[in-house]
């Protein structure tokens, strides 16, 4: 699967997303490959679904850091839970906020602005997300560095 995953995207035009090649990558053993293609290819939506449910993490990481697939077509279901699980993707989701514009922004926010590890919540501040109450909420937060990255 080596030579495979080192094809993706690089020696070969990446296929249309309703090409059978997509599926079936995104079906291999291999979570290397499906992470490869959760990455770099423009998914289809029942793909994007099976990959949003993927059991390895580093595979549902890729789809948050995609560059091919739009990011506002991922579930708000599936970006709220990769938040709580992965503190690398809630700090992409908070730097790349704008591209996930069709999510249910309030919900998001709140939930990055909420999150239990104190470097979300201080990436949060440092990219001044949400309301004057959510601010407000992060200057009183219980970590100094939050606090200080909130003033």
Do not use: C, W
């Not at 309703?18 to 290819?41: G, K, T, Y």
């Not at 990769?82 to 996930?100: K, Y």
């Not at 004057?132 to 003033?151: F, H, N, Q």
């Amino acid at each position: 699967h080596s030579l495979l995953s080192g094809l993706i995207g690089y020696d070969f035009p990446l296929p249309p997303a309703n090409h059978p090649l997509v599926d079936l990558l995104s079906r291999h053993p291999a979570s290397s490959v499906r992470q490869q293609v959760a990455e770099s290819f423009e998914l289809p939506d029942h793909v994007l679904r099976r990959l949003e449910d993927d059991a390895i993490l580093a595979v549902r990481e890729a789809l948050a850091r995609g560059h091919s697939t739009t990011k506002d077509r991922l579930s708000h279901a599936f970006l709220s839970r990769l938040i709580q699980e992965s503190i690398d993707a809630a700090e992409r989701i908070i730097s790349d906020l704008s591209e996930f514009a069709e999510v249910d922004m309030a919900d998001l926010t709140n939930a990055l602005l909420n999150h239990p590890d104190p470097a979300v919540r201080k990436r949060a501040a440092q990219s001044e997300l949400g309301s004057k109450a959510g601010k407000k909420k992060l200057k009183a937060d219980v970590d100094i560095e939050v606090r200080s990255a909130a003033s």
